[in-house]
């Protein structure tokens, strides 16, 4: 045996489970093309200051769980943590926002997390993300909420809740961070958390040891300073989500882990998942462009855990593929070569198929095909193939027709209900 291991704390996804895992990444990005957003496929590294500079020096992301490392040429590269700040440089490097707006993107694909692995928390992990960058109608908050939800409902989840709050606007969070700074200035805390406060007062809301989380207590809330404006967009939004029959709870609390957010932030969290419960999170970031040197625009989207997800489903039960959706098997009796060259034919005229390989018998081969899930599969004999008919068999039914060679196709490529009655008739 191999010592080889993979690296600690990673996600890996190896048929039948890779299935399941596909099924979800692809329902997600289903609904953002739905929505129309078009694929951006970015490097999965970046200049390191990309990420101090977009994410924020005072995260934990950055301070604490960033690959980082020197290359050949001595630059400082990270492993993306996350998509928006990519996704930002490349709107920016490329102009991408000197045409139609707003650009409606979205990726999927591996970040990296140096966290601490545990159930649901991954050094390697993957998101399905869209971001809407170019308008700053609060119509696109919802539709990027909607986006996400209709993902959860299409794979089948119940049990979650969206949790959804503000961060108002630049005066919102001056007055805000202003009372926050004098609160923290009276709390015993640390020097290091008082430094990293100094950075961003807000961060502190992050901090999980249960004394920070008690003299936090009476802090003011940041709902309670929206501005005239940002209050009637947090109302707008509220509004819009009821008129879409999607239920949310406001959480004065919520703190998004990432700097870069203004106005509305949300987030996912399964009830089923214990500590590592959020499935997916977003929100506005209206100034985030023009800090990596951009135009002044405005910016919304979401980044949806789909290791996360695929393990919300696992723990509802839901019933996701659990194999390759083959249409057909093929078992050669004789000589494979034909039986070869008949799937290459079948799979250029748009079937699934597998085949056994090697000298299995027909019962290796029949086990073999009950294995795979095909939905038909066919013994192929030689005298068969002289005689230009073959048995196909349907694998649900377990009734046997014997079609011609060119009838192959059509058949298996039926829907289930026609193929069926058809084959029983
Ligand atoms: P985030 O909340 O940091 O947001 O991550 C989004 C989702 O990625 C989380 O809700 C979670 O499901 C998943 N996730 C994060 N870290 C891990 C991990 N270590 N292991 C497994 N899953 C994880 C962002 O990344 C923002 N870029 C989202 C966004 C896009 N905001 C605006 N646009």
Request: net charge negative; with cysteine.
């Amino acid at each position: 045996m191999s010592s080889f291991q993979a690296p600690k704390g990673v996600s890996e996804y190896f048929p039948s489970r890779s299935h399941r895992f596909e099924h979800v990444r692809d329902t997600i990005i289903e609904s953002a093309k739905r929505s129309g957003y078009e694929l951006i496929e970015l490097p999965v590294f970046e200049d390191t200051e990309l990420f101090t500079r977009g994410v924020g020096a005072s995260t934990d992301v950055v301070r604490k769980e960033m690959y980082t490392f020197e290359d050949r040429g001595g630059r400082s590269i990270t492993l993306r943590p996350e998509g928006t700040a990519g996704v930002m440089r490349a709107v920016i490097e490329h102009n991408l926002d000197r045409g139609q707006l707003p650009v409606k993107v979205y990726y999927s694909g591996a970040f990296f997390r140096a966290e601490r692995p545990q159930a649901g928390r991954y050094r390697q992990f993957y998101q399905v993300g869209i971001e809407a960058i170019g308008s700053d109608d609060v119509r696109i908050d919802a539709e990027v909420i909607a986006t996400a939800d209709r993902a959860l409902k299409a794979c089948g989840l119940k049990n979650y809740r969206l949790e959804i709050t503000s961060l108002g606007d630049a005066e919102t969070r001056t007055r805000y961070l202003a009372d926050l700074r004098s609160y923290i200035s009276r709390i015993d805390i640390d020097d290091e958390t008082r430094a990293r406060a100094d950075l961003n007062p807000l961060r502190i809301f992050d901090d999980k040891r249960p004394n920070v989380i008690a003299s936090m207590e009476g802090a003011p809330y940041l709902l309670d300073y929206l501005t005239a404006e940002s209050a009637s967009d947090f109302e707008h939004v509220q509004n819009l989500l009821q008129s879409l029959a999607i239920e949310f709870h406001v959480n004065k609390r919520m703190v998004r882990g990432l700097d870069y957010y203004t106005g509305i932030a949300f987030e996912f969290v399964h009830t089923q998942l214990g500590a590592q419960s959020g499935i997916g999170g977003g929100g506005r970031y209206d100034g985030l462009m023009a800090q990596l040197g951009g135009q002044e625009l405005s910016g919304v989207g979401f980044g949806m855990g789909v290791d996360r997800i695929l393990l919300a489903c696992e723990a509802e039960e839901i019933d996701l593929p659990e194999d390759a959706g083959l249409d057909l098997f093929i078992v050669p009796l004789g000589t494979g070569d034909r039986a070869l060259i008949l799937a290459e034919s079948l799979r250029s005229q748009g079937v699934r198929v597998s085949l056994t390989f090697g000298d299995k018998n027909l019962k290796g081969g029949m086990k073999s095909a009950d294995k795979s899930g095909a939905r038909f599969s066919l013994v192929l004999g030689d005298d068969e193939l002289e005689q230009g008919m073959v048995p196909l068999k349907n694998m649900v039914s377990g009734g046997i027709e014997s079609v011609t060679l060119s009838a192959i196709a059509s058949k298996v490529l039926l829907p289930d209900s026609v193929a069926s009655t058809l084959i029983e008739s």
